[in-house]
């Protein structure tokens, strides 16, 4: 009689954590080891942090309570900071959503963030699907600190959009005012280097 086979488990849990991590470890070489987001590079639109700054595995709140929560990492992230949701911040975050829209099938791989500052945004009229996180939770009393991109700069007036990789490095700012289709082209560029195939 034939001993029986038995299967080599540790190899494939192996496998399919190699498989898993492989976009992400993809994305990360190709922002931080090729010219993608640098001058002259293919996706130049935006501007690189340098080194790629790393933000906690927050959880993430859904601002108008219609859907699951989710957490930071997992997902490329368009974040925006601000103190409350005033106008200039709701235009910002209805930008975001149009951004993800356009990014076409592979749009379940993005999410939208709004980070907010000293009383939130309560009241604010957000587009569905809107996640919120309260700043303190990143920043403690030092507001703004994690989005900083120089001395004496100060996110909360920026109205700047950053995009953050799946492993949670914030790695591109884009000034207010960037042409939409600039960032809709520097994510489908990544969100197709990153793997995940037609997904």
Known sequence: MQPERRGRPGLVIFLIAVICAA???????????????????????????????????????????????????????????????????????????????????RMHRVQRLLVTYGGGAEGAEMPPGQLVVDGALLDGMDEGRSFRLAPGDDPLRAGRLYLCDPMGNLMMSYPEGTYQQNIVDDLKHLLRYAGGGAG
Do not use: F
């Not at 922002?31 to 590079?41: E, M, P, S, V």
């Not at 490329?76 to 993800?100: F, K, N, P």
């Open 23 to 105: 976009p992400m470890v993809l994305s990360y070489v190709l922002l931080n080891y090729t010219d993608i987001g640098r001058a002259g590079g293919t996706t130049s639109h935006g501007n690189l942090i340098e080194p790629p700054r790393p933000l906690p595995d927050l959880p993430l709140r859904d601002a108008a309570g219609s859907g699951p929560d989710g957490r930071l990492h997992g997902k490329w992230t368009i974040i925006y900071v601000s103190r409350g949701c005033d106008d200039r911040c709701q235009a910002a975050l209805r930008a975001m959503q149009e951004i993800r829209l356009a990014s076409g099938r």
